[in-house]
C-alpha cells in the first residue's frame, strides 16, 4: 500500500508564502509521478498540479495557481515540495499529496493515481 504524509500546512496572511512536503512512507517517490489536490469546504476536489518521474521531470499546473505555484523534487531525499507564493484567500484548502505510477499530459483525474495522502490544511487569511 502507498501511503503518504503531508506536512506544511498553516494559517498564513494573504501574499504570503508556504511550502508543502510529500513523502512516502518507507518508499521514495523518485521514480513516481506526484501529484497535488486541495479542497476547499463546500467545494470539488482540485487538482493543483502534478510532478513526473525525475528522469522526465515533466510539471503541470492549474491554471489558477500557476505563476504562483512550483512543484519540485529532491532526489536525495525521495521527497516532493509544492512551493506555494502570493497566496490569497481563495487558496484556502485541504492539500493532499498523490502518488502513482503514470506519465502526465496535463492533470491526471484524483483516482488516476495508486497513493493519498491525508492531507494538510492552508488558510490564508485576508
Known amino acids: 500500500q502507498w501511503q503518504l504524509v503531508e506536512s506544511g500546512g498553516g494559517l498564513v496572511q494573504s501574499g504570503g508564502s508556504l511550502r508543502l512536503s510529500c513523502a512516502g512512507v518507507g518508499f521514495s517517490l523518485n521514480k513516481y509521478t506526484v501529484g497535488w489536490f486541495r479542497q476547499a469546504p463546500g467545494k470539488e476536489r482540485e487538482g493543483v498540479s502534478v510532478l513526473d518521474e525525475e528522469y522526465t521531470g515533466n510539471a503541470y499546473y492549474a491554471d489558477s495557481v500557476k505563476g504562483r505555484f512550483t512543484v519540485s523534487r529532491d532526489s536525495v531525499k525521495g521527497t516532493v515540495y509544492l512551493q506555494m507564493d502570493n497566496l490569497r484567500p481563495e487558496d484556502t484548502a485541504v492539500y493532499s499529496c498523490?502518488?502513482?505510477?503514470?506519465?502526465?499530459?496535463?492533470?491526471?483525474?484524483?483516482?488516476?493515481?495508486?497513493?493519498w495522502g491525508q492531507g494538510t490544511l492552508v488558510i490564508v487569511s485576508s
Open positions: 498523490t502518488v502513482g505510477s503514470l506519465t502526465p499530459m496535463g492533470l491526471p483525474s484524483y483516482d488516476s493515481y495508486n497513493g
